[in-house]
């Protein structure tokens, strides 16, 4: 093979080369300029609501369907939700707050929100299982705040609950979009007056019947 039938095949490759490279480029900026509008479409939602956008987290679970009318704000700015079995009506509720959880603290932190009540703390790789007043709950601690799962005792399993608190996870858009209302405010409806009529230009009719 001579020296310009080596160089040919070379030629050739390069522009394919240059294409693939200016392409995943390309792909990457997508990419980036998406995770950049999640983000901020996040944040705008969760601050319309009170909530910090980095306290915001969603779970699943099987046969468990998110009450759209549950998410608000938990505390100052936290963040809670609840899950609804649909055949037993037994709901699992996801809450994150500022704060911490160690083995010195769990016992003095009441199970969900009854407070006064004795609470037993077990550790569980990462969380803690804890117990009190017909309640259960796994907390995982993460960096700066606590993310919780809990539910009453007798209507949700623990290797549910645990299950749904190794699920929870910060939300990607479409997560974002059925989790969190609308930043924008709903349009308002126009109010009907029954003194305007239909026809004409439109001024109040102020005809009055006879004997009035």
């Not at 080596?6 to 792909?27: D, F, H, I, Q, Y």
């Not at 924008?184 to 409806?189: E, F, G, N, R, V």
Request: glycine letters at 8%; proline letters at 7%; aromatic letters at 4%.
């Amino acid at each position: 093979m001579n020296r310009h039938a080596r160089v040919l095949p070379v030629l050739l490759l390069a522009p394919l080369l240059l294409t693939a490279c200016g392409s995943e480029k390309a792909s990457e900026k997508a990419a980036e300029k998406a995770a950049a509008t999640d983000a901020w479409e996040l944040e705008a939602r969760a601050q319309a609501m009170g909530v910090a956008p980095e306290l915001v987290y969603v779970t699943e679970a099987p046969g468990f369907t998110l009450a759209q009318q549950s998410v608000g704000v938990l505390g100052d700015d936290g963040f809670s939700a609840t899950w609804v079995d649909g055949d037993t009506n037994a709901l699992l509720r996801l809450a994150v707050d500022r704060g911490t959880i160690t083995a010195d603290t769990c016992p003095e932190q009441p199970v969900g929100d009854m407070a006064g009540e004795h609470t037993t703390c077990e550790r569980d790789g990462d969380a803690w299982y804890r117990t009190g007043a017909g309640r259960h709950e796994y907390a995982l601690p993460e960096k700066g705040h606590v993310v919780r799962v809990s539910a009453e005792t007798d209507a949700v399993p623990r290797d549910v609950l645990r299950a749904a608190a190794l699920a929870a996870h910060r939300p990607d858009a479409a997560e974002t979009d059925r989790l969190l209302p609308s930043a924008d405010p709903a349009p308002a409806s126009p109010v009907e007056r029954g003194d305007l009529p239909r026809y004409g230009d439109g001024a109040p009719d102020n005809h009055v019947d006879v004997g009035g």
